[in-house]
């Protein structure tokens, strides 16, 4: 019989599984302290929270039978998980628990910054009755654009669809082949910016997509637009946001989360008239609290049972003798699929892994599952964990595939990961060097020998005499220090691949006069 702790409060039904189960007890205690669990989690197979406990070391010090954690939410701040992966405790948590009812919410403060419901509202009933302040546009017809197709933002475009609007859709997993399964028009960022009427953002926050809409794309929209924010704060640039609603080119907007939060009484969203905000009320229905507790509660009969699960969040245990081997190569997989998935500018479909040397004897599993979350952390974030990985991956329609071959180059291991995407291949080579650590030894089809590691820039250029020079005197001349710098060629005077290390991050207008030089075609600025 297993039995499972309840110490916060969760949604009976969402439960009930595990009460109907015959093979397990639960018992429901809350508002423990951190000394009344410790004295009673040893009986314990299974704990379930969430957010309220603070599951620490000392309480899984505490508990010899405690096999899974089990989060009722999203968010794991409550829980070490380093202390978890330690004692070999799996932590899973429910991701998808709450998609519909953010994208319902999202949907909804669409509809009311199209029909001004809630300055409606406000003003009749203060004694008002005014129909002319608050003429609406209708949602038929117009241009939705979606920053970010994952699970939420899928679910908002087939609720457009329903509606009548057109829907352009940016993710950079996003296929032509899944676009037209969902129904909607695979688009960059740019086409979103310049033609939709609608903008609602659904990705995770990462300094890919920290402010993603910012003042130079508020520039190039239609007048009229509606921004909507149901993700994160500082997706949108709050500050540029409410220029923009001043300046007239955003009509309306709708924010439920901030970059404080909070929101402070006197931030300009606060009182202004066109800017709806809600209290980060994504998840806040009655179904999406039970979901979540049905899924976490799913979870842990299938780990309890010895049964496949998909949602952990920290590492599962790896035998000693295979982790000693590998330990060393875990960052420097993580670092080229990251390396390699930033140089990428059109949708993934394929990730290879290919190991060579003495690696090819071993079980590289772990060691996969650091490249897969460098490719996917790229655009993800935190959303990407170890466990997650494989499964986000194929949730995603990127295809992992692993192979091995004795031959290494004249190294004594290599790892290698090719990116397919619908623009063409991609290829990173990297190995560990006695006494330099993590290096990357082939970019494409050119030798280097880089220290993935800080600010880079990947310059694509044709092999001149000079080229060097100018570049360096460019950067000189902007402030921005050169620390080291590689140049790998295939021949003299042909294409070839130029990669400084940089003391700080080279803003915008210093990349365009870099591409702008003779014989330079592409600069690409990529931190690791």
Known sequence: MFKVLVSDPISDLGIQQLHDATDVQVDKKTGLSEDELVAIIGEYDALLVRSQTKVTEKIMAAAPRLK????????????????????????????????????????????????????????????????????????????????????????????????????????????????EKLGVTAATVEDIVEQADFITVHTPLTNDTRNILDREQFAKMKRGVRIINCARGGIVNEEALVAAVEEGIVAGAAFDVFTQEPLPADHPFAKHPNIIVTPHLGASTVEAQENVAIDVSEEVLNILRDQPYKNAVNMPPVPAVVLNKLQPFFKLGEKLGLFVARMAEAPVTDVVVTYSGELMELDTNPLTRYVVKGVLTAHLGNEVNLVNATHLAKSRGVNVLVQKTATADNYKNLVTVTLKTKAGELTLAGTLLAGYGERIVKVNDYPVDIAPEGTLLLISHTDKPGLIGKVGTLLGTRDVNIASMQVGRKDVGGRAIMVLTVDKHADKPVLDELEKLDDIDKVKELTL
């Open 68 to 179: 899974v954690i089990g989060r009722a939410g999203v968010g794991v701040d409550n829980i070490n998980l380093e202390a978890a992966t330690q004692k070999g405790i799996v932590v899973v948590n429910a991701p998808d628990g709450n998609t519909i009812a953010t994208a319902e919410l999202s949907f909804a403060m669409m509809m009311a910054t199209a029909r001004m419901i809630p300055q409606a509202y406000k003003k009749t009933t203060g004694g008002v009755w005014d129909r002319k302040t608050f003429v609406g546009v209708e949602l038929r017809g117009k241009t939705l654009g979606i920053i970010g197709m994952g699970r939420i933002g899928s679910e908002v475009a087939k609720r457009a669809k329903a509606f009548g609007m057109s829907v352009l859709g940016y993710d950079p997993y996003l296929t032509e082949e899944r676009a």
